[in-house]
């Protein structure tokens, strides 16, 4: 059966600090792959979603970037982070249909 | 540009009681839409979509396309039932989701 792994699970950066957040699917092949974030008080925000390696495409201007160096891997990064980066980030995977499957997720606090 | 309301942050019914979650949406095509549920210390996962027209959980959504609604129903609420459900819809493709932005359902017993 398809797993989805996200890390790490909850993490403390200093503002200016570089992010990377990784996540994983397994038990599937070319899946396409999305990361959302949920500020506070606020739902579910597409940023990136992927189709196949090295293919982003990016939902909304903002500090972070998205890569995908193997086609069960996605990264989302970021080379200086902003306050306004913190939130819950969640990856998702799906199979071609619209049905979409999540990780854990990562707690980002920037301080 | 689509979009995805749910007008209740917070909705506390008894147990036993029906529950009736709203989810209204914009979109100029034919979407897709789901119910996704979050449990206390769980991850977030599909409930239902409006395709499957099927019963998870004693929970169903019809998809009303003339009032652009996906109400979720369950007509006898459970104490297990307390999480926060977010309605969500999709243009189809590899798109990404758009979601509401959720309501904290509790079930008091």
């Known amino acids: 059966s398809q797993t989805i792994h996200q890390w790490p699970a909850t993490l403390v950066q200093p503002v200016g600090s570089p992010l990377s957040l990784e996540c994983t699917v397994e038990g599937t092949s070319n899946p396409n792959l999305y990361w959302y974030r949920q500020a506070a008080g606020r739902g579910l925000q597409l940023l990136f979603y992927s189709v196949g390696i090295g293919q982003i495409s990016s939902e909304v201007p903002q500090n972070l970037s998205a890569s995908r160096p193997q086609d069960r891997q996605f990264i989302l990064s970021s080379k200086k982070l902003l306050l306004s980066d913190s939130g819950f980030y969640l990856c998702a995977w799906s199979g071609g249909a619209a049905s979409q499957y999540f990780g854990p997720g990562t707690r980002l606090l920037v301080l | 540009a689509q979009r995805v309301t749910q007008p209740e942050k917070l909705l506390s019914v008894f147990k036993g009681a029906p529950v009736e979650l709203k989810c209204n949406y914009s979109?100029?095509?034919?979407?897709?839409l789901f119910w996704y549920v979050q449990y206390s210390r769980q991850r977030l996962q599909l409930l239902l979509r409006h395709i499957s027209r099927e019963s998870i959980k004693g929970f169903t959504a019809d998809l009303n396309k003339g009032e652009t609604s996906f109400h979720l129903k369950k007509p006898f609420a459970q104490e297990e039932d307390s999480a926060m459900y977010y309605c969500a819809l999709s243009g189809g493709g590899a798109d990404g989701l758009t979601f509401g932005k959720g309501t904290h359902l509790i079930i008091q017993p």
């Open positions: 979109y100029s095509g034919s979407p897709e």
